[in-house]
T-cell receptor, first 114, second 111 residues
Framework: DAGVIQSPRHEVTEMGQEVTLRCKLISGHNSLFWYRQTMMRGLELLIYFNNNVPIDDSGMPEDRFSAKMPNASFSTLKIQPSEPRDSAVYFC????????????FGDGTRLSIL | EDQVTQSPEALRLQEGESSSLNCSYTVSGLRGLFWYRQDPGKGPEFLFTLYSAGEEKEKERLKATLTKKESFLHITAPKPEDSATYLCAALPTGGGNKLTFGTGTQLKVEL
């Protein structure tokens, strides 16, 4: 079975550029989570969708960040404009039935903003 | 504020040398306690969920236990392939949908 698929795996771009990260959920899963991982702060939840609807976006750091689920199997996380402090590894995870069910993670996008 | 603390930060074991990793949590009620394994360059891989104090779950050389204040991940006779970072995360009852992750224990098992 295919797991959560993220693209790109690595992204290097200059400050001020728009960055779009992509995520394909596991087939049949209805919950989608975007996380950011840094050495200083560990894994932090950015936003959570259930059945394509954003439920909790309290972790989205600023208006520069936005996330969408155009359909049940796909999501994007966009940063515009990007800043050096956005450099981190971004993970998406999916689950069947929300936060109290095991979340299955993709292998992440390593983002470097110069 | 919900908080999860893992110890030790790093642990080096010889193959076959059993040990335990600790995860202490301070949350407003616990809906679930999750353990994950993370290999370098990979996303966290789900291991266990524990829902109530006294619960135990096992998988190969790993056993997870839960009390009202902490969880332990016991590793029995570890092998080099058990080397990874182990993360725990708590889901509070009053915290909506947000898992609070600890910063992990980096385990290295040597021959």
């Amino acid at each position: 079975d295919a797991g959560v698929i993220q693209s790109p795996r690595h992204e290097v771009t200059e400050m001020g550029q728009e960055v779009t990260l992509r995520c394909k959920l596991i087939s049949g899963h209805n919950s989608l989570f975007w996380y950011r991982q840094t050495m200083m702060r560990g894994l932090e939840l950015l936003i959570y969708f259930n059945n394509n609807v954003p439920i909790d976006d309290s972790g989205m750091p600023e208006d520069r960040f936005s996330a969408k689920m155009p359909n049940a199997s796909f999501s994007t996380l966009k940063i515009q404009p990007s800043e050096p402090r956005d450099s981190a590894v971004y993970f998406c995870a999916s689950s069947l039935g929300g936060s109290n069910q095991p979340q299955h993670f993709g292998d992440g996008t390593r983002l470097s903003i110069l | 504020e919900d908080q999860v603390t893992q110890s030790p930060e790093a642990l080096r074991l010889q193959e076959g040398e059993s040990s335990s990793l600790n995860c202490s949590y301070t949350v407003s009620g616990l809906r679930g306690l999750f353990w994950y394994r993370q290999d370098p360059g990979k996303g966290p891989e789900f291991l266990f969920t524990l829902y109530s104090a006294g619960e135990e779950k096992e998988k190969e050389r790993l056993k997870a236990t839960l009390t009202k204040k902490e969880s332990f991940l016991h590793i029995t006779a570890p092998k080099p392939e058990d080397s990874a970072t182990y993360l725990c995360a708590a889901l509070p009852t009053g915290g909506g949908n947000k898992l609070t992750f600890g910063t992990g224990t980096q385990l290295k098992v040597e021959l």
